[in-house]
């Protein structure tokens, strides 16, 4: 069975940082891409950023709102894929989800953690 | 980016009875692979999304058969063929073939 769960979110101040983790398991982590995605509170899903498997030079993408802020990582021996967010800004709050793509198609997706940028 | 717009944006249905949800995208979303890359999913209240339908038309494992979606170029619809308990809650669709992703609004659907 396919698991992804999310940790590391929380109240954090403005222009502070905060690093998030999604433990995968019930499947070979490393052959699939990973992304992040988030939903701000009562609104709509925006992607986030996603990386490819290494079989693909695990390259990375970011959405516009965070990219040169965010940086999305993996670590295959671990099954773990992180989302360091950096200069984090109000309008980062939100739901944040792993998620795991079938080719291009994110199917899997975590039970997702809440970060809130507050003062 | 492209833009992804959904009708209606909220759908009363009486169990049993069918329902449709139109998306429509700004540009073509197909590919040169010959794939077009467009998706549904269900967010029930409280819960993460789920993938109901790939690439348009395939159902994802362990959907229901009552889904299903149609559609090509810029026009696609989500059909349930009838509508249970269950069915409630916020259908998105989603391109993935031109970065960044991008989701439609959101087409909420309550039972009446």
């Known amino acids: 069975e396919v698991q992804l769960v999310e940790s590391g979110g929380g109240l954090v101040q403005p222009g502070r940082s905060l690093r998030l983790s999604c433990t995968a398991s019930g499947f070979t982590f490393g052959d699939y891409i990973m992304s992040w995605f988030r939903q701000a509170p009562g609104k709509g899903l925006e992607w986030v950023s996603f990386i490819r498997s290494k079989a693909y030079g695990g390259t990375t993408e970011y959405g516009a709102s965070v990219k040169g802020r965010f940086i999305i990582s993996r670590d295959d021996s671990k099954s773990i894929a992180y989302l360091q967010m950096n200069s984090l800004r109000t309008e980062d709050t939100a739901i944040y989800y792993c998620?795991?793509?079938?080719?291009?198609?994110?199917?899997?997706w975590g039970q997702g953690t809440l970060v809130t940028v507050s003062s | 980016d492209i833009v992804m717009t959904q009708t209606p944006l909220s759908l009363s249905v009486t169990p049993g009875q069918p329902a449709s949800i139109s998306c429509k995208s700004s540009q073509s979303l197909l590919h040169s692979d010959g794939k077009t890359y467009l998706y549904w999913y269900l967010q029930r209240p409280g819960q993460s999304p789920q993938l109901l339908i790939y690439?348009?038309?395939s159902r994802f494992s362990g959907v229901p058969h009552g889904f299903s979606g149609s559609g090509s170029g810029t026009d696609f619809t989500l059909k349930i063929s009838r509508v249970e308990a269950e069915d409630v809650g916020v259908y998105y669709c989603?391109?993935?073939?031109?970065?960044?992703?991008?989701f439609g609004q959101g087409t909420r659907l309550e039972i009446k």
């Open positions: 690439e348009v038309s």
């Open positions: 998620v795991r793509h079938r080719g291009l198609a994110p199917d899997y």
């Open positions: 989603m391109q993935g073939v031109h970065l960044p992703v991008t």
